[in-house]
């Protein structure tokens, strides 16, 4: 009887063994799983941003500066050299430039330079400078209107 014993307790410890080690892949399936939902969930809200900020730059017609300031009005944030953005914390809320809270992501409305029609470029980033979504934004005046 005590010569079976030591193997009892090797098959018990192998088992124990295997249990943890499916146990930790597990976890680490899941913390890859949690880190790419909520990439996802980002790209999806930098989405309805860019889309909303580019149609009310569409919507108010007129040159660039316009249309950042109509932008401005309604999602907020400031200009600095000819660039409107909007800085944004990890759950969406708007932060100010101050420096008072950690940005997490910046819509910015680019213009672009090429003098004719008036466009740009409404990016959605990450405070490591991934961009998750860059959306080019155009329009058209028919006798001065949009």
């Known amino acids: 009887m005590r010569g079976k014993a030591p193997l009892a307790l090797m098959e018990q410890l192998v088992m124990v063994l295997v249990f943890a080690l499916a146990a930790a892949l597990c976890v680490q399936a899941f913390a890859v799983s949690d880190r790419i939902s909520e990439t996802a969930a980002a790209r999806d809200r930098a989405v309805q941003l860019a889309q909303s900020a580019a149609e ?4 108010c ?6 249309a950042q300031s109509a932008a401005m ?5 400031q200009r600095s050299q000819g660039v409107w953005y909007v800085l944004y914390d990890r759950d969406w ?6 420096g008072s809270k950690e940005a997490a992501y910046r819509l910015e409305g680019l213009p672009d330079s090429d003098g004719g029609q008036p466009k740009g470029e409404i990016r959605v ?3 490591n400078g991934e961009t998750l979504i860059s959306l080019p934004v155009a329009w058209q005046e028919v006798n001065g209107h949009a």
Do not use: A, C, P, T
Not at 56 to 59: L, P, R
Not at 93 to 98: A, F, G, L, Q, T
């Open 61 to 66: 017609g007129g040159d660039m500066v316009q």
């Open 56 to 59: 009310i730059m569409k919507s």
């Open 125 to 127: 980033s990450e405070e």
């Open 93 to 98: 809320n708007e932060v100010s430039d101050d």
């Open 73 to 77: 009005e309604r999602l907020g944030g």
